[in-house]
């Protein structure tokens, strides 16, 4: 299997190497040169396994025997067991045909669990047998930070910084990464937005030099394999609710569209997805795109759902490449004029075409409260901000033929208890693993929204530098 640039200008790779280039030199985003199919009969077969089977067998092909498959099943089936839940993602019922995935029983009780904990141990395995060692920078609007943090943490081979914004992530989501005591974890709160932490990740990724010096790599929702291991959702559920037989809707709360280009890649490969709705909320430039055929910056506004207050979602470009045909050349014309511009259109054709899969819908602050409450007045289920969303904008747009509704529900109420308190006057409680979290002690530095400022940084802290002085590996 060989990965392909969606900016077309560098050439095409395997699976290790895109595991560890993260962003393609190109600026662009790596994907498969082609899908893997899976038909009716192997869909059927699939029907049962248990999580970690499903996964092994679902993103195997991915791999193009990049590693030797007794290792990755071994990796993949210890990445499962250590999740809180038997079932790894429970499949709750919430109304007539409607469901709840549950994908926040991992360490740091959001979705993004599920892909980083395999990604780090993927990292840690490829690293060790090339004797290499990387420095992994991620920006994060709140959950993808402490996921990636718990992914890495202690690891020989990695230094790993995670730049958030300052004040704008919640306070559970700042003390799950700040209270890492690990010497290989270096959290950076950036004086700007995620969209400025974003930036701050592109420009060091740009330069070339600075690059290969540190050996800078990935995991934040551009990196190939964290798509791959959420396409296992989308198996997971439609499996057991009737697929290949029957079609499946999933609602999606939405921001870097990571987890929706997913369920996208999960109906490429074979499995009978009818609609992708994804929800946003007042950072809405998804919404209007799949509204208009145009993505138009606008500035972002905190909300009560922080891990989708994002402007630009990276993971677009991936579904862009293949409404343009895979031609990398237009990808780039399109993604310069969109830097220039602040805007990218597409054809009225390109949309209608896309708009047979995909439905959105934005909710407001106070929606997002009413949303909660009304599910929890119906059915005692607590809902964080971002899965209430989901439900909510998978209810606006669900039609009758589309099969059962899957919501995907991203993060634990605990993790946004304000918002929850506010919406149902129940304040939802810590699972016993952070139990003590607020009595932990916090450690990160404050910089500037500065490129050179975070160049030095990384340049000063990461162990291959500093790691002597300090007497760790
Ligand atoms: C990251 C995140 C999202 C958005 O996921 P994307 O893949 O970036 O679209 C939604 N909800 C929660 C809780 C998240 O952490």
Avoid at 80 to 91: G, I, R, S, T
Avoid at 121 to 147: E, K, Y
Avoid at 342 to 350: I, P
């Amino acid at each position: 299997m060989n990965y392909v640039s969606t900016r077309g200008a560098v050439p095409a790779l395997g699976f290790d190497d895109v595991l560890l280039e993260g962003l393609a030199r190109d600026g662009g985003l790596y994907v498969p040169a082609e899908w893997p199919q899976l038909d009716s009969a192997a869909l059927r077969a699939l029907a049962g396994l248990d999580y970690a089977e499903l996964a092994l067998r679902v993103t195997w092909p991915f791999l193009g025997g990049a590693i030797a498959e007794d290792d990755y099943a071994e990796l993949v089936r210890d990445t499962y067991a250590a999740f809180d839940h038997p079932e790894v993602a429970p499949l709750v019922a919430l109304g007539r045909d409607e469901w709840l995935l549950e994908l926040f029983h991992g360490p740091t009780l959001a979705f993004k669990d599920y892909p980083l904990q395999l990604v780090g141990r993927l990292f840690d395995h490829v690293l060790r047998r090339r004797g290499q060692r990387i420095t992994i920078v991620g920006a994060t609007s709140g959950d993808t930070g402490s996921a990636a943090i718990e992914a890495c943490r202690d690891r020989a081979a990695m230094d790993i910084f995670i730049l958030h914004p300052k004040d704008r992530i919640s306070e559970v989501q700042r003390r799950q990464m700040t209270t890492v005591r690990s010497a290989n974890v270096h959290n950076v709160a950036i004086e700007g937005t995620f969209d400025d932490c974003q930036d701050l990740v592109k420009g060091l990724f740009a330069d070339a030099a600075f690059r290969d010096e540190v050996g800078l790599s990935a995991v934040n929702s551009i990196n190939w394999a964290r798509v791959m291991a959420q396409t296992v959702f989308y198996f997971w559920a439609a499996l057991r609710l009737g697929a290949p037989d029957r079609p499946v809707a999933f609602a999606v709360p939405t921001g870097n569209f990571g987890n929706a280009y997913a369920g996208y890649v999960a109906r490429q490969m074979g499995l009978p997805v009818s609609r992708l709705i994804v929800g946003t909320n007042q950072n809405d430039i998804l919404t209007r795109f799949f509204e208009t055929a145009a993505m138009e910056i606008r500035a972002v506004e905190p909300s009560l759902s922080p891990s989708m207050d994002i402007q630009v979602s990276s993971n677009f470009e991936r579904l862009l490449f293949d409404m343009v045909g895979r031609d990398g050349a237009r990808v780039a014309a399109l993604m310069k004029a969109f830097r220039d511009s602040g805007r990218l259109a597409v054809s009225g054709e390109m949309l209608r075409q896309v708009r047979q899969l995909f439905a959105a819908h934005r909710l407001s602050d106070p929606e997002t409260l009413a949303a909660i409450k009304r599910v929890y007045d119906d059915t005692g289920q607590l809902l964080d901000p971002h899965s209430a969303i989901g439900v909510a904008a998978g209810r606006a747009c669900r039609r009758p033929e589309d099969g059962p509704l899957v919501a995907l529900a991203t993060a634990h109420p605990a993790k946004f208890p304000d918002a929850v308190e506010r919406a149902t006057g129940v304040r939802p409680a810590l699972p016993a693993r952070l139990a003590d979290l607020y009595a932990r002690e916090e450690r990160y530095a404050v910089l500037p929204n500065d490129l050179g400022a975070v160049r030095a940084h990384v340049r000063q802290h990461r162990r291959a530098t500093a790691g002597k002085k300090r007497g760790v590996a």
